[in-house]
């Protein structure tokens, strides 16, 4: 046997598999109550709408030369036209030209490693954040520090200066993934006002935009950043949007809007990864979502605000005395604190083995890895009755943890 370790770059020693994928090995059991994956329900795709448009493109020899040939790195252009205007909508004007089409965000967060860490860089992340986020950037080698803002007690002049100074910032400002929290308008200032005092290029990863349940809208980064400094191209936020929450995962588009500089950069990227994002994908999506996103919107929200609404009542009704959570205003999660000394992951062992419930334990979603007693709850994939069953099933295996 070949020894293939010993010929690895140095670099995949931080390439580790995802416990949420991991997870979702064991989740096909039909007598399994499951709070683990992150992902939409299936049964709310526009199926009818997506068959339509493939048809509709397939059927016109014209499109279909266009939609199976090779195609631009940047992406189809009426999709970026589409990008832009719909930004331009929530507050970010932008032209086409700061649109860079990706094969969903993750490939986003991948390039963007690969664009600006070098192996030893600091990056600044949320305790905890999102893993794909770490998983995407730990290919790169950078050293994580705590992002200033909620939760944190850093400030500005506690970061090291001159070669040791932070390199990139990595938020997700909006319903956040694993917590669910939101940052406050005010917060999203001050997060601003920190990146522009480190000169820090600062992603907002926007994945779930789109699922707001209650409370008002706030701007985005690149929104208040724009109108603060006049226009895109003085803006240090890249924005990462995708249509996997919206509309479907499985067509796998996701967009990057920034400064023209950084956008042709990341097109010379694009071009040696995998030349394009499937053109036939891209034409469909623009398709669809130029027709119906508002309405698609209209149709999941009140279904996961249900969801979301039956965890939370369950939450209250079934948890021990300890036990604390977040009630997120929208996205997909809630964060669940456990009282000190209980170990999540022990936790879900007995959960799957006792209680037949699973979710993801909170410690892949910190960046050192050193918090055991948090987990996070998925509500958008089962129905009330299942979510009350299963967390009145996991609230009664901690109350027996707990002795």
Sequence with gaps: MIDWTSH????????????????????????????????????????????????KVLNDPAQAKIALQYAVSEGYKPLREW?????????????????????????ALDFLGKLFITPGDPVLVAWPTYLGALQAFNSYEPVYDVLPGPGSNRTVESYAKGQGAPRLGYCMPEFQNPT?????????????????????????????????????RVPSLLALDIARKGGIENSRVIYCGTFSKSIVPALRIGWIVAAKPVIQKLVIVKQASD?????????????????????????????????????????????????????PEGGMF?????????????LLERALAEARVAFVPGIAFFADRGRGNYLRLNFSLSDEASIAEGIKRLGALIAQMQG
């Excluded at 997060?191 to 209650?214: C, G, Q």
């Design 180 to 216: 669910g929290t939101s940052l406050t308008r005010e917060e999203r200032l001050q997060m601003l006002d920190a990146a522009d005092a480190m000169d820090l290029p600062l992603i907002e990863d926007n994945a779930y935009e789109k699922l707001r349940y209650d409370g008002e």
């Design 83 to 107: 990008i832009a205007g719909y930004m331009t909508r929530l507050g970010a004007p932008c032209e086409p030209d700061n649109v860079v089409i990706t094969n969903g965000s993750q490939q």
């Design 275 to 327: 030349l394009h994002v499937s053109t036939l994908n891209q034409i469909v999506m623009h398709e669809v979502a130029s027709k119906i996103i508002e309405d698609q919107s209209r149709r999941i929200l009140p279904v996961y605000k249900a969801r979301r609404d039956a965890m939370l009542a369950a939450l209250a009704a079934h948890m021990p005395k300890g036990v604390q959570w977040t009630k």
């Design 334 to 346: 809630v964060w669940v604190t456990l009282p000190e000394g209980m170990d999540a992951a022990m």
């Design 8 to 55: 690895y770059a140095g670099r995949a020693k931080r390439m580790t598999a995802s416990e949420i994928r991991e997870l979702l090995k064991v989740l096909d059991q039909p007598d399994l109550i499951s709070f683990a994956g992150g992902i939409p329900d299936p049964a709310l795709f526009p199926v009818a709408e997506i068959a339509g448009a493939y048809a």
